[in-house]
């Protein structure tokens, strides 16, 4: 077969994934060749030669999150920001913070917010936006921003990366070309810098690789999340509540949060660690049920839900960060474990990594030196910085709650005492999936939640709701190893899962001919990875569809 023929471009950096991380980064760079031109010109250094990747549509449309953000990292970078930033990115200050424990019927408020959940100084923001506001500063400074481009593959220089392939456009679902096909770009560069956020499909080939696992494998959680506009004087803008209990009860670690936004909006949605035992427990479903608790009832009632979405977080901390440097590369932000689950943020966390990757990549540059000697004093930056002073104290946090609620309460309160040691350091943790139980045929399938269409609604309701779409012709970027195996030993083992922790309708049990077969609903898909990470096989691999695809959190 004759060899596709690419067109090359050349760069001095190249940032995949136009996140929080990957802008921050971007930026920074900028703003490093700016103030130090003599030594940027020596080095042939220019913001027009640093390019960065978006696989959506346009910047912010696969950015989800609660959101609170910490501006610490946002004043380092742009001290400005409060005064220039646009309506709806940081113009809702917290004004209240509150904690609930839920039983089915009550909510009882902690007559002490936890200082990890204080947030006072800090925004409710849409992440969406300031996704948007910092791409525009990003442009400004002379940087290319290319949207609708995916990473599809590595581009490899012996023990490092030179660079990516992005995906072919135009070929059909057989994988043949199509009248519009085009090859992707051959994007070389000096140095690659992985922003792509949580079990991105790049990051998981380098890590496995070259064994960048750190001590631990990366756990993660799962939210989900949806957008409502209520009646005016419902909700306060900058009212900040989280909940722990019901629905998810003291065995699953996990909770709910609401978030008061300007214009009669709320942010609410339900957190769970991937790593439940039940292989047929439906965080969709639960968080549904969530919103029939009569505490979240009398905030909803009345208003109608905007938008829908799904995110995985990483988890694990400290201890599973992988090595983030090799030749040629950096990973920063959510796919390098940059997020403090105690706290639960990461953005400002995200785009501090961001920051140190863009100082190390200039020094590194300016000296002629891409090897993963130089950019090992990334790694080095961040333990001097304010992240490790952040992230070190919960090292062992979620790891402390795989026995329930109360006995990580416990655990936790000795770590606070011992700086977050506890009893054990480090806290030895497995990957998600692992925590199943297997039912060897002892279950059958449970009925689908349907909801009633005003308060709760069904998967393809709220997958309506995400602005989710992707070109239905072309090739599957859910890739099952071995599709025979799902319709007999994970039907008996399992009770195939993946119909139940996809909060999209991707995945469909059919029968044809009397056999159980598996039908992937492709286009339904809402980018959160739980399929790559909960499938009890690792027989799933999510890789980024045509670009462009995907869903549309706009003002989320």
Known sequence: MKPVERERLDADVLIVGAGPAGLACALRLAQLIETNRDAAAAAGLSAENIYVLEKAREVGAHQLSGAILDPRALRELLPEFEQTAVAGVSDTPVSEDAVYFLTERRAWKFPVTPPPLRNHGHYVVSLNRLAKWLAERVEQAGINLFTQFAGAELIWNHTGIAGVLTEDKGLDKNGRPKPNYTPGYELRARVTVLAE????????????????????????????????????????????????????????????????????????????????????????AAFQKFKTHPFVRRLLEGGRLVRYGAKTLPYGGWYSMPRPYVDGGLIIGDSASLLNAQRLKGIHIGMKSGMLAAETIFEALCAGDTSAKALSVFQKKIEQSWIREELWPVRNFHQAFHGGLWSGLLHSALQMLTGGRGLRDPWRTRPGHEAYHRLDGQRSPTARFKGDGRLTFDRLTDVYHSGTRHEEDQPCHLIVADLNLCGTRCTIEYGNPCEYFCPAAVYEMTKERGERRLKINASNCVHCKTCDIMDPYEIITWVPPEGGGGPNYEGM
């Open 197 to 284: 956020g949580p079990r991105g499909s790049l990051t998981k080939t380098l890590v496995q690789r070259y064994g960048l696992d750190g001590v631990n494998p990366q756990v993660y959680g799962l939210g989900i999340k949806e957008l409502w506009e209520v009646p005016a004087g419902r909700i306060r803008p900058g009212f900040v509540a989280h909940t722990m209990g019901w629905p998810l009860g003291t065995r699953l670690y996990g909770g709910g949060w609401i978030y008061g936004l300007q214009q009669n909006r709320v942010s609410l949605g339900l957190v769970v660690a991937l790593e439940y035992p039940d292989p047929q427990f439906d965080p969709h």
